[in-house]
């Protein structure tokens, strides 16, 4: 397999002219998983992200949950090292003689465009406020051409980082129906102008005046509260003493699991304590840095023969053991490796990376200049300067199950209409060790297993 990844990294892959540049295809082939820097995945199935032909569509697979199936962005780019920067900003031009309708308008902004910008429709919830709040927007006597520029692409008047979709630009919207969000946004006027017209009495409609609640849903250590822990207590604790086909269990070396205290419901491994706020490290033997997860995946099959890919139940229940004998840890990634470093930094880069046909990035929802604080739709986003974006794996009540930091990445991704890379992905631990420098340096403590809504 290794041989057949660096065939296929030393092929000259045809371009895909778009946008007026050229594309090169991302690197997913038919039936098989590759990424840039010569990693064969031991992710599931799902987790892979395995782009292939059926029925003569390219698709690529992906989980059950997040409502885009198998829908495939190879065009456009990815996380992967090797896929091409996004097409720089555009300038467009208002078509002559096409009239725009407001009522299309509105359908097309309440299917889009109000996770981030709030309109006078009582209908739409929840809206957002990541954007600039659009209710009295037809008053300002902005031009049409200068709307239809901020649609068809945002970059051009608000510089190369901006948050916004350049939604002309990429080919989501064609020019009608830029000029029917056109006409939509021209006849939001308030009464007397400049004042919002009221539609609802309801504070929690807006997102300027809406409650931000953190829910709680009992303590996250607490077996009552927190389904995974008796998911890992019945999946893990038992793998963890058990000899697996090689004759060695994970006690034979590190210790049996002890008793439970506070911090630990699933009990003590003394060896273990401290490790997890260890990770992600730079593993030499496979030159990369590794999560607690991706190390799993390779060390558990080579030490006791238990299988344990990347994502998997018994990856994510045993990663929960280890990870939460660090609980009320503070992280503590060793910042003053080399390895470590220049792998926070390659992070940081992906962070700020524009991806997919939306041409997004992680910094558009998780800074100050982006959405960090605010609402995107429902949500109330992160800030990465502030908050603890990684404690994990985690139970998602929303898709009642557990899932780690790798997973929401992927799902992260598919709205931003890019194909996600395989959860074990080397580029992602890049992506994790950049999150968790900073938490690191903050002194963020380990909290696992987590809940979450």
């Known amino acids: ?43 599931i199935p799902q987790s892979q992200g395995i782009v292939k032909e059926v029925g003569g569509k390219r698709i690529q697979e992906r989980y059950p949950f997040g409502g885009f199936g198998t829908a495939n962005f190879e065009k456009w780019p990815t ?20 009239k725009g309708d407001p009522k299309k308008g509105n359908a097309l902004m309440r299917g889009t465009c109000t996770a981030c910008h709030l309109i006078p429709d009582a209908t739409v919830w929840p809206a957002g406020n990541v954007g600039p709040d659009l209710r009295t927007i037809g008053d300002r006597g902005i031009p049409d051409s200068f709307l239809y520029q901020v649609i068809y692409d945002p970059r051009v008047l608000y510089g190369a980082d901006s948050p916004m979709a350049p939604f002309g630009a990429s080919g989501m919207w064609n020019d009608q129906q830029i000029m029917d969000v056109v ?10 102008a400049g004042v919002p017209l009221k539609v609802t009495d309801d504070k929690q409609w807006n997102p300027f005046t809406r409650d931000v609640v953190k829910p709680e849903y009992g303590d996250p250590l607490d077996m009552t509260a927190n389904p995974v822990l008796a998911i890992a207590d019945n999946v893990a ?26 911090q630990r419901p699933l009990g003590v491994i003394a060896s273990m304590v401290g490790a997890g706020a260890r990770y992600p490290k730079w593993i030499a033997q496979h030159s990369r840095m590794m999560s607690v997860e991706d190390f799993l995946a390779v060390h558990s099959p080579e030490t006791t023969g238990h299988a344990m890919p990347s994502q998997g139940e018994l990856n994510l229940t045993m990663s929960i053991l280890v990870r939460s004998q660090s609980n009320g840890m503070p992280y503590q990634l060793d910042l003053n490796d080399a390895n470590v470093a220049a792998a926070a930094k390659r992070g940081e880069a992906l962070f700020q990376r524009k991806v997919g046909q939306r041409g997004q990035a992680c910094a558009d929802c998780h800074t ?42 992927q799902w992260c991704m598919t ?22 420098a900073k938490q690191t340096r903050r002194g963020d403590k380990v909290l696992v297993p987590r809940l979450s809504h």
């Open 1 to 43: 397999m290794k041989h057949l990844v660096r065939k296929l990294l030393s092929l000259k892959r045809p371009g895909l002219v778009a946008l007026g540049v050229v594309f090169i295809a991302a690197c997913a082939t038919v039936g098989t998983t590759v990424t840039s820097r010569e990693w064969v995945s031991r992710a």
């Open 79 to 98: 996380f992967a090292a090797d896929s091409p920067a996004y097409p720089p900003p555009r300038k467009g031009e208002m078509p002559a003689g096409i």
């Open 183 to 192: 006409a939509y946004l021209q006849t939001l006027k308030g009464k007397p």
């Open 237 to 262: 604790v038992p793998l963890w003493s058990k000899a697996g086909p090689k004759g060695q269990s994970c006690a034979g070396c590190h210790g049996a699991v002890g008793k439970p205290d506070a």
């Open 368 to 409: 100050a200049r982006g959405g960090g604080n605010k609402f995107l739709g429902g949500r109330f986003l992160a800030d990465v300067e502030k908050d603890a974006m990684v404690n994990h794996p985690y139970w998602r009540t929303a898709w009642q199950r557990p899932i780690d930091i790798r997973i929401r990445f």
């Open 415 to 436: 709205p931003l209409l890019t194909n996600m890379l395989p959860g074990d992905a080397p580029e992602y631990a890049d992506l994790e060790t950049f999150l968790i």
